[in-house]
């Protein structure tokens, strides 16, 4: 070889490698929030990425934030908040995101910022996404593309981050893992094996997958329709003669009541535990918001989102113990939307804070989002997703049993006093895998206190509960969510 052509060879090996190692797109670098004074604590991006619907455009937007440790070697994560058809931002802003939102003064100002020392951003980069198309911030100019299920916003995640490692190109070395809670059940596991597929054959970017972990979710009708029963008996919240009363006449199929006499006595059951709140039975519910601040019995700061009473009773449903959403739809839970035909408030769950600031227009500005007259206000949940949502991907044990069988890395907890998807449900059907028990049910520890259980399988696959915490576990324990979620990231022991 001569020197003129090493010279040129190794000049376009240069080349290549700058176009594979470039600076993350600067026009969605966040430089300010309104709320925030100081200096963000690591670099912040947020904006759309958009994808092919049909017909039309589909815009995804997402907020990134890169690890305030080290973000050239810590893990990306995915962040999924459930529904189906609710936003992300609910995790961002009321359970592990950068910052705590403080309710403004005087009442109807911006939420007051302040960081957050339990933020999953101290460990690793994180994406939050709003999927799928409709939800949160995200939006299409033709709303035919608000109509989906599962294989569809799997199909449309999937799209999302082949096109974001493309933008961000400088975080394909690093571990990804996907993550979400409740409904995220769902859409974690068949976007993880959307992933592999697509790592197995070949396709480029390719991403560095290793895993996933899954908070309270919805996994399969059967198990988790029968988990409230046993719950709410193990919880002290029905008698002896209820629970052996169901156990007689339902002869164990409580999510799919085979009489009569089995479905009044799941009753029974609804209306025992129809006064608690729904998703943290230790925590009140508030009756509105003249009220909502008026109970002592609390340990939630009021920086994060506290809990409302149902609007109207609980319908009888034929297989109430089977509904497929911990999130009832409008019809289903009886939920209000007085005001638009579009807005969606969550049973028990005051959104306020989150309201107020995603719908202000400067903060939409600062974080490169659509104004409202484009992508619409934003809800916690979308009705406009959820009205006509196709649950069709069916269990989700079939797509853990093969991925977890690939060597991918599974973490599955669940706050033991969740009353939406009960701890007893997810723990029952972890255990229906069959894998060898290789760490036996044992406590494990923060600050020399009992945090919760344990149970490790083989094939990487952990179950762990949360002492104390409801459906949205960081919320509630950020301290204890922080510690599991960065040693399970980290390989270490929890």
């Known amino acids: 070889m001569t020197i003129l052509k090493f010279i040129c060879s190794i000049t376009l090996a240069l080349l290549l490698t700058v176009s594979f190692v470039r600076a993350a797109p600067k026009e969605s670098l966040i430089t300010s929030l309104p709320g925030f004074n100081g200096t963000l ?104 593309n608000y109509v989906t299920g599962d294989l569809q916003t799997t199909s449309d995640s999937l799209a999302f981050l082949l096109r974001w490692f493309e933008l961000y190109p400088e975080f394909l070395s690093n571990p990804f893992y996907i993550s979400g809670e409740s409904y995220a059940g769902v859409y974690v596991p068949t976007l993880a094996s959307e992933v592999v597929k697509g790592i197995q054959l070949g396709e480029k970017p390719l991403i560095n997958f290793k895993g996933y972990m899954v908070g309270n979710g919805l996994t399969d009708e059967k198990f988790d329709g029968n988990a409230l029963v046993p719950f709410a008996f193990g919880m002290g919240l029905i008698s002896n003669d209820i629970y052996e009363a169901c156990q007689t006449s339902c002869v164990g199929k409580f999510y799919d009541p085979p009489s009569d006499t089995c479905d009044q006595n799941l009753q029974k059951v609804l209306l025992a535990v129809s006064g608690l709140n729904l998703y943290d039975i230790l925590e009140p519910c508030y009756r509105n918001s003249e009220t909502k601040y008026e109970s002592g019995n609390t340990s939630m700061s009021l920086s994060f989102h506290q809990k409302g009473v149902d609007r109207k009773p609980l319908p009888k449903r034929t297989r109430m113990f089977g509904q497929a959403s911990p999130f009832w739809t409008v019809k289903d839970a009886g939920i209000s939307s007085s005001k638009s035909q579009d807005e969606f408030h969550v049973e028990c769950v005051d959104d306020e804070v989150a309201v107020a600031w995603l719908n202000d227009e400067a903060v939409r500005k600062a974080i490169h989002a659509a104004p409202a ?57 972890t255990r229906s895998i069959g894998y060898k028990i290789i760490d036996e049910w044992r406590p494990w520890m923060t600050n020399d206190q009992v945090a919760g259980y344990l149970q490790g399988y083989d094939n990487n696959f952990t179950f762990l509960t949360i002492k104390g915490a409801g459906h949205t576990v960081p919320q509630t324990k950020p301290r204890e969510a922080l510690e599991f979620y960065s040693r399970w990231l980290d390989g270490k022991p929890i």
């Open 41 to 144: 604590p690591s670099e912040h991006y947020a904006g759309y990425v958009t994808i092919d619907g049909s017909p039309g455009k589909k815009n995804l937007f997402y907020y990134f934030i890169a690890s305030e440790r080290n973000h050239s070697n810590d893990p990306v994560v995915l962040w999924l908040n459930g529904g189906p058809g609710c936003s992300s931002f609910d995790g961002f802003i009321y359970e592990h995101g950068p910052f705590k939102f403080q309710a403004g003064k005087p009442k109807g100002s911006l939420p007051v910022l302040h960081l957050n020392p339990f933020s999953w951003s101290k460990v690793s980069n994180i994406i939050y996404l709003d999927s799928p198309c409709g939800v949160g911030l995200s939006y299409s100019d033709n709303q035919k």
């Open 373 to 429: 007259s484009v992508a619409g206000p934003w809800w916690i949940c979308a009705r406009r997703v959820m009205d006509s949502y196709s649950r069709d991907a069916g269990s989700m044990i079939p797509y853990h049993k093969s991925l977890t069988s690939q060597g991918y890395r599974v973490l599955i907890y669940s706050g033991d006093h969740d009353r939406r998807v009960p701890f007893t449900g997810t723990q029952a059907w």
